[in-house]
């Protein structure tokens, strides 16, 4: 892909190769009742024929994630980039499982499921959906005659302790509530944790998570 190849060559100090990306695409828009709109530029089609076509390339396209033939067990060759890192890095790379890159990028399922089994995440009763269950989305029941104040924060760490910074987050973020004469009652954490080996990674959001849990607890505030 251009962006991938022209970060390489940034980081390896070579010349960046042109891009011109197409001005016009197709556009396929399902309506939801067998019927579709195809544009492309200032041109447009619709009718049930449209949904007929947008309905076989999607099946088409999916097929081609179904029966998948056996992967062979190999590592890819190191990159150019990675080779400038030196021996250490080409040696991390090959302990190193495949990154998770999924929504927001996330770090593993397994890694998650374990931090969380381990820091005793604080709760209240106004969260009907929480940890304790978890599903796509959190449910907090706001009580009548109250307002609902929300705010969001989110700076990088300045500090080589990530138990002391997961406290100072909390509070940081806190403090936007006691400015609004608000009582924190839920928070939703968004954590970036630096790319490494899967006990590095797991080790630090552990520390991290356990330092915002003991802040929140403070405060009685539901993670």
Known sequence: PPLLDNLQRMLLGKPLKPFVPQKEFISILGCGDGYGIL????WALEGRWVWRLKDWIDKTWMSMYRDLPEMEQRLPPPSE?????GAAALEMLKHAP?????????????VLSRVMQTIDPPTRPEVLVGLESPDDAAVVQCPAGKALVQTVDFFRSFIDDPFVFG??????ALSDCHAMGAEPVTALAMVVVPYGLEDKVENTL???MAGACKA?????CAL
């Not at 544009?39 to 200032?42: A, C, D, L, Q, T």
């Not at 990154?99 to 399922?109: E, H």
């Not at 406290?167 to 940081?172: G, I, L, N």
């Open 98 to 110: 495949m990154r998770c890159g999924g929504c927001g990028s996330k770090v593993g399922a397994t």
């Open 167 to 172: 406290q100072v987050a909390v509070h940081h």
């Open 206 to 208: 552990r520390q991290l």
């Open 81 to 85: 980039v990675a080779k400038s890192s």
């Open 39 to 42: 544009s492309r530029g200032p």
């Open 216 to 220: 929140l607890k403070e405060s009685k």
